[in-house]
């Protein structure tokens, strides 16, 4: 791992991106985004596959330790079904949950009238039960928390107020079977004008559970005369009642700085959507999107992010 460039909190791979169109044994214009699990002792990546026509799918790749030697394996990807409504234009930057024995799928579609909310589950990564839209359009960025709260489950999720994406922050919603959505509230909105996170701000990977709280690794966003620069920062939520904000990182942690992440579709965007902890309780690995082109990873410690917020 190399701390040459970007914060020290966060170690590049040396050999990064992990994952390119070259690496892809279909045609695709990108691989972005990726999802994260540990499936049979592996770490199996649900990869944004995005098309020549502009249509993504989730693609599945694996590798024992979580870096090299990966294996694309393309009959078992969830691809959209486009005679849907919901799901005609793609689907995109999923995120993995596991529950028991099932491992939940969050992920946006691209429906005939804007990004929702679908939910999937799987037992093993090849076949898949599509359980439906969970919220309408406008929506992004959503992530179960890997725990039920008095018998029902709680849904982070970014609605998008403005057309362009903005406004909307990240809300928590709440579900006593995963299908019926309520009680939603805000829970992060944008910072305030000038901030690192001043015109949006996204849900990274799954809620990680610690022993303060469950912490967020999420993306902000700020517009410059140059564009949008995506970076990620930190917050804690409570335990028990993870509506309840216990801190949040006044500084983001982790920006845009390797050239893979500074040129590419959508240039200056590290976009994380899952992480691996490691078996000494500590290690992360954080697998990110790097300017909606290629997959990398990233090596940080769990009690360095903590020590960040407090």
Known sequence: MDGSTGMRLFLRYDENPVLTVSDWPEEV???????AATYEGQTLLLVRAED???ISYLGVARSADGVTGWVVEPERALRPDVSSEAERFGIEDPRITRIGDEYLIVYTGYSTVGPLIFLASTL?????????????PYNKDAA????????????LHRPMLGLDGTGGGIWISWSPDLRHWGDHRPLLPPGEPGSWESQKVGL??????TAEGWLLLYHGVRVTAAGSI??????L????????????SPEWVFGP???????????????????????????LLVYYGAADTAVCVATTSLRGLLARLF
């Open 29 to 35: 214009n990108a691989v972005f985004n990726p999802a």
């Open 52 to 54: 020549r026509a502009g």
């Open 124 to 136: 093993d990564f090849r076949d898949y039960e599509k359980r439906g839209v969970v919220l309408p």
């Open 144 to 155: 179960l928390v890997p725990a039920s709260f008095d018998g029902r489950y709680a849904l």
């Open 204 to 209: 990274g990977p799954p809620p990680l559970p």
């Open 230 to 235: 995506y970076r990620a920062g930190l917050a």
């Open 237 to 248: 939520l409570d335990r028990d009642r993870p509506e309840k904000v216990l801190a949040r």
């Open 257 to 283: 700085e390797a050239p893979y992440e500074r040129v590419g579709d959508v240039a200056n965007v590290v976009f994380p959507c899952g992480w691996v902890l490691g078996a000494d309780g500590d290690t």
